[in-house]
């Protein structure tokens, strides 16, 4: 029986590769795999419930509801967004979430806000610091490359946005050369 598995919490290539090569040790037929979704052809019970552990081993959850579906679909395509750089949005964050989840943004933004309790522009600012905290600690950008990179108008927009994050500065950050990062499965 051929069965779609929603997952929240992968947020990488890693996250897919451990659960493929976990799922295909145990012998069940993976159809397809993506970030945030597994389809897999089950012979039996048992074999729901071994992919059932393997997910909750690694750190996932099923996503049951239509809901959270929404607001995962939201989260994944503004990390792949991230993963991309030199971010470049060409259109509104408004329109390119709209057009990749074929929803109507509005209904989106209600969705996200009611289930994260947070606005989809404050849950991608977060991304990007994140993001930010990455490229610093990568030490091969100077800060004014690093806004270039995430498309901010000015080093000052990210010097602030930053600094209400993290109440840290830039330099502040860099010059403590420790792992300040939240996991991006965790930011909320």
Do not use: W
């Amino acid at each position: 029986m051929i069965k779609t598995i929603y997952l929240k919490n992968m947020v990488c290539e890693r996250c897919i590769k451990v659960l493929k090569n976990e799922i295909e040790a145990q012998q069940i037929e993976l159809q397809e795999i993506e970030l945030g979704r597994l389809q897999l052809n089950f012979k039996n019970d048992k074999e729901i419930e071994q992919v059932e552990a393997i997910i909750k081993n690694n750190g996932f959850e099923r996503i049951n509801s239509t809901e959270e579906k929404v607001t995962e679909q939201v989260k994944l395509q503004l990390i792949q967004m991230l993963h991309r750089l030199p971010l470049q949005i060409e259109e509104k964050l408004s329109t390119y979430l709209a057009k990749h989840i074929n929803q109507d943004y509005s209904k989106i933004s209600k969705i996200f806000s009611h289930t994260e309790e947070i606005t989809i522009e404050k849950y991608f600012i977060k991304l990007k610091i994140e993001k930010v905290k990455e490229l610093i600690q990568a030490n091969e950008k100077n800060f004014t490359e690093i806004s270039q990179l995430l498309d901010y108008s000015h080093i000052n927009h990210l010097s602030r946005q930053f600094k209400a994050e993290t109440g840290l500065s830039l330099s502040q950050y860099k010059s403590q050369h420790q792992n300040f990062r939240n996991p991006l499965d965790q930011i909320v």
